[in-house]
């Protein structure tokens, strides 16, 4: 089926005499009739829930939809996009490990990575997407355990050249994790392009109203934990009797191991009420996807034209940098997202953010309506300016969030506002 279809489609299927629409089941805990049945839930022998902070129907409903849009075996929902990022790199690496990242990453990404995750004892190094496979390949240490980037660069909006980044991860015996936010699996699938882990903040795109936080993680169910760089796949787990993941679940070891040990430590479980409002949004992510995708290239196109516009970036116009990396990953769409520079510099962007009227000035990107950011004093703030200019933030940059709106009031709304300048 194509992704418009599973958006709707995957995920839940009723048997005779059900709920059409996926239920929400607020519920912690679930009843079982005999006590052998519950032991062998807590031993991995068995599947089915036991506690709503490691797994729940409705979670699950959300899960298997995103995990077959990606073409995955697996999905974890999560409290956040954050969240997904925290497990899917505590579930690779350990203090004294390393990981490989593009320097284009979202402020608060590199926050956990530099700051957090650092004081946890991994290290990260955060490299220019556009730097030769040889550069990147000096960065690759015997620890390293994997390679981190997103399809689109937030805010940079800079594309994935996934054939580069999985060739050098794979070379390497690691794997590739993807920050797939901003594309979807709607415009982009990275598992057909050689990634191995995806990650999502539902949040955003996903979601598409802004009413609800969270993330998931997608294995691809490809990669091969048993290879020898990742002993905690396959050596025996004593707080569950000796199991190795590897043996026991094969191609899922990855989001199962996930599952049954970090979500159950840690507990940054999405609730069941923000899965059945979010699995509600992905169920128009298609549609959604398409509108935002052509809404922005016409804006893009419009502001590349206008007098008071010093520079407009988006991957699918031609003089984007990554507008050959579009043609070929994000051919029927380069998403909602378009960063530009107004002419006299930082102050005067922001007087376009303060009058703007339908475009908004919030904290998020990737919802239905239309909003206007400055990423450097706002989402990017506590970077230094070398590692903002890193990240592809310059001082002047403005991120804009386009939304569904009708084309020509959004326009009109920029021309009004551009006009204070």
């Not at 059900?18 to 607020?26: N, S």
């Not at 990453?105 to 290290?123: P, V």
């Not at 955060?126 to 399809?151: D, R």
């Not at 953010?353 to 450097?376: C, K, M, S, Y």
Request: proline residues 4%.
């Amino acid at each position: 089926m194509h992704t418009a279809t599973k958006c709707i489609q995957s995920g839940y299927k009723p048997k005779n005499g059900e709920p059409r629409v996926a239920p929400l089941i607020q519920s912690t805990t679930y009843k079982y009739d005999n006590a052998d049945m519950v032991a062998d839930l807590f031993d991995l022998k068995a599947a089915g829930h036991m506690y709503s902070r490691i797994s729940n129907p409705t979670c699950g409903v959300l899960e298997e939809k995103i995990s077959d849009m990606e073409g995955g075996v697996g999905a974890i929902a999560t409290s956040s996009g954050q969240s997904a990022e925290l497990l899917a790199i505590l579930n690779l690496a350990k203090s004294g490990d390393h990981i490989l990242c593009m320097s284009n990453l979202y402020g608060g990404t590199f926050n956990l990575f530099n700051t957090t995750l650092k004081k946890l004892g991994i290290s990260f190094d955060f490299v220019n997407p556009y730097a030769s496979a040889e550069e990147m390949q000096k960065l690759i240490k015997e620890n390293t355990k994997a390679v981190y980037g997103e399809t689109i660069g937030n805010p940079s909006l800079d594309v994935l050249d996934f054939k580069k980044v999985s060739e050098l991860a794979h070379k390497n015996n690691i794997p590739l994790i993807v920050d797939n936010t901003f594309a979807t699996p709607h415009l982009c699938r990275p598992f057909e392009h050689g990634a191995d882990i995806i990650i999502h903040s539902t949040t955003k795109y996903i979601d598409g109203h802004a009413s609800c936080v969270g993330g998931l993680i997608v294995d691809s169910g490809k990669f091969n934990f048993a290879n020898g760089k990742f002993p905690e796949f396959t050596t025996p787990d004593a707080s569950y009797h000796g199991l190795i993941y590897t043996e026991a679940f094969g191609n899922q070891a990855f989001i199962l191991k996930a599952r049954v040990t970090l979500l159950r430590d840690i507990g940054c479980t999405m609730s069941p009420f923000n899965a059945y409002l979010t699995n509600i949004g992905a169920e128009t992510l298609a549609i959604r996807m398409d509108k935002h995708s052509e809404n922005a290239l016409k804006i893009a196109k419009y502001l590349e034209k206008h007098p008071k516009i010093s520079w407009v970036n988006y991957p699918s116009l031609k003089s984007s940098k990554s507008y050959e990396l579009a043609q070929k990953y994000l051919p029927n769409g380069a998403s909602g997202i378009i960063t530009f520079g107004v002419k006299g510099g930082a102050q005067a962007g922001k007087t376009v953010i303060n009058n703007a009227e339908l475009a908004t000035l919030v904290v998020h990107v990737g919802d239905v309506r239309t909003h206007l950011l400055h990423p450097a004093s706002m989402t990017h703030r506590q970077l230094s300016e070398q590692d903002q200019l890193k990240a592809g933030v310059s001082p002047e940059l403005i991120r804009l969030s386009v939304g569904i709106e009708h084309i020509d009031d959004l326009i009109t709304d920029l021309d009004k506002a551009l006009k204070k300048v």
